[in-house]
T-cell receptor, first 113, second 116 residues
Framework: DQQVKQNSPSLSVQEGRISILNCDYT??????FLWYKKYPAEGPTFLIS?????DKNEDGRFTVFLNKSAKHLSLHIVPSQPGDSAVYFCAASASYTGNQFYFGTGTSLTVIP | GAVVSQHPSWVICKSGTSVKIECRSL??????MFWYRQFPKQSLMLMATSNEGSKATYEQGVEKDKFLINHASLTLSTLTVTSAHPEDSSFYIC????????????FGQGTRLTVV
């Protein structure tokens, strides 16, 4: 049972434009969310996080939005750069489960120069 | 930032042999580490949670006798794939949290295991 879902397996965006990656979850007990970036054959790299007490967190070009009622979060990258091309995973955890993360299936972002 | 080192980064082994993968937290103590497995074009799937000084907690469907986890110290967890089969070929990744509660997790570089 996939508790975290990324319904778009791939996304292409022109350089300089905004990239929007979406993520949905089913477990209402999730209270912490993260986005990771991953290159092939490498471990994921942490990008940005958000706690359930917030609905927005911003770090440079990256902004994460959380809509708890819709169980939806999104990652906005603006402006997009060719170096942003990678697979992006959203992940969620719940305090009561011992803090392990549940990952979405990933979205492959391609930023076209 | 905190660093997690995973070794080896890739390994090829024969069917029936065992392979050990190490995961070390280099500049922090991790009471809990997590082991994930990723199949091509699929998500990271949690295999087990490794707790220092106690038995690992395995996710449903993961054979604990096949994937042996040892968390002997606050900076080292090992995953041993025993009696490896070609279907065990995959990308294995460990992660650790530096602080309890809701904080980011740091990941190792991953290990590409190929069983021939």
């Amino acid at each position: 049972d996939q508790q975290v879902k990324q319904n778009s397996p791939s996304l292409s965006v022109q350089e300089g434009r905004i990239s929007i990656l979406n993520c949905d979850y089913t477990n209402s007990m999730f209270d912490y969310f993260l986005w990771y970036k991953k290159y092939p054959a490498e471990g994921p790299t942490f990008l940005i996080s958000i706690s359930s007490i917030k609905d927005k967190n911003e770090d440079g070009r990256f902004t994460v939005f959380l809509n708890k009622s819709a169980k939806h979060l999104s990652l906005h990258i603006v402006p997009s750069q060719p170096g942003d091309s990678a697979v992006y995973f959203c992940a969620a955890s719940a305090s009561y489960t011992g803090n392990q993360f549940y990952f979405g299936t990933g979205t492959s972002l391609t930023v076209i120069p | 930032g905190a660093v997690v080192s995973q070794h080896p980064s890739w390994v090829i082994c024969k069917s029936g042999t065992s392979v050990k993968i190490e995961c070390r937290s280099l500049d922090f103590q991790a009471t809990t580490m997590f082991w994930y497995r990723q199949f091509p074009k699929q998500s990271l799937m949690l295999m087990a949670t490794s707790n220092e000084g106690s038995k690992a907690t395995y996710e449903q469907g993961v054979e604990k006798d096949k994937f042996l986890i040892n968390h002997a110290s606050l900076t080292l967890s090992t995953l041993t794939v025993t009696s490896a089969h070609p279907e065990d070929s995959s990308f294995y990744i460990c992660s650790a949290r530096a602080l309890p509660g809701n904080t980011e997790a740091f990941f190792g570089q991953g290990t590409r295991l190929t069983v021939v």
